[in-house]
């Protein structure tokens, strides 16, 4: 259980156009998903914070326009990266938070599961 | 933000015990200690989180410092998959907005 999937795992476009990925809690609701980024050899940081039927909270120095948020259902959110340029070349890595997950074989409430990210090229 | 710090690095022998250090000098009274795990070109994935018990689970085990300002996971037998980076995150404000730093690369030695 507590499963993510992002899709899709990886994309090539051409500089100027726009790519949207998106993110899917499988087995739960998530009424809060987070959306991070992680260059080559560096950690991941937290771009937005989305909320189901709500604007998303962008962390500081993170472009709204650019990087737009959807989050229409408890098992669905978007991030859509408009006009990419090669400087957004990145791993874009979608979380899900589980609120009062229980599990078979292991329980703990309230914890993250993230996707398997998706590796955007922009040419 | 309160900060972790962790070595950059450690090696272990296959099927040995690890023990990664984590420094929290910084936490409060109500941040939860989380540790996730990164294998290369994947997203991170849950491995244990605290508050001031140890704590175990299938994964691992989670040592607290009696004053939370250190924590330990300890991998009680290291295999090749548990090959990964590791990051120790202070959980602060109870929404789960998790702050990454650098972690711990481990390397599995056969």
């Known amino acids: 259980g507590a499963v993510v999937s992002q899709h899709p795992s990886w994309v090539i476009c051409k500089s100027g156009t726009s790519v949207k990925i998106e993110c899917r809690s499988l087995d739960f609701q998530a009424t809060t998903m987070f959306w991070y980024r992680q260059f080559p050899k560096q950690s991941l940081m937290l771009m937005a914070t989305s909320n189901e039927g709500s604007k998303a909270t962008y962390e500081q120095g993170v472009e709204k326009d650019k990087f737009l948020i959807n989050h229409a259902s408890l098992t669905l959110s978007t991030l859509t990266v408009t006009s990419a340029h090669p400087e957004d070349s990145s791993f874009y890595i979608c979380?899900?938070?589980?609120?009062?997950?229980?599990?078979?074989?292991?329980?703990?409430?309230?914890?993250?599961?993230f996707g398997p990210g998706t590796r955007l090229t922009v040419l | 933000d309160a900060k972790t710090t962790q070595p950059n690095s450690m090696e272990s022998n296959e099927e040995e015990p690890v023990h990664l250090p984590c420094n929290h000098s910084?936490?409060?009274?109500?941040?939860?200690i989380h540790w996730y795990r990164q294998l290369p070109s994947q997203g991170p994935e849950y491995v244990i989180h605290?508050?001031?018990s140890n704590v175990n689970n299938r994964m691992a085990s989670l040592a607290i410092a009696e004053d939370r300002k250190s924590s330990t996971l300890i991998l009680h037998r290291a295999t090749l998959r548990d090959a990964a980076v590791y990051y120790c995150?202070?959980?602060?404000?109870?929404?789960?907005?998790?702050?990454f730093g650098t972690g711990t690369r481990l390397t599995v030695i056969p």
């Open positions: 979380s899900a938070e589980c609120e009062s997950c229980v599990l078979i074989r292991d329980s703990f409430t309230d914890t993250q599961y």
């Open positions: 910084t936490i409060s009274g109500t941040d939860y």
């Open positions: 605290g508050l001031t």
């Open positions: 995150i202070l959980d602060q404000t109870g929404a789960n907005n998790l702050f």
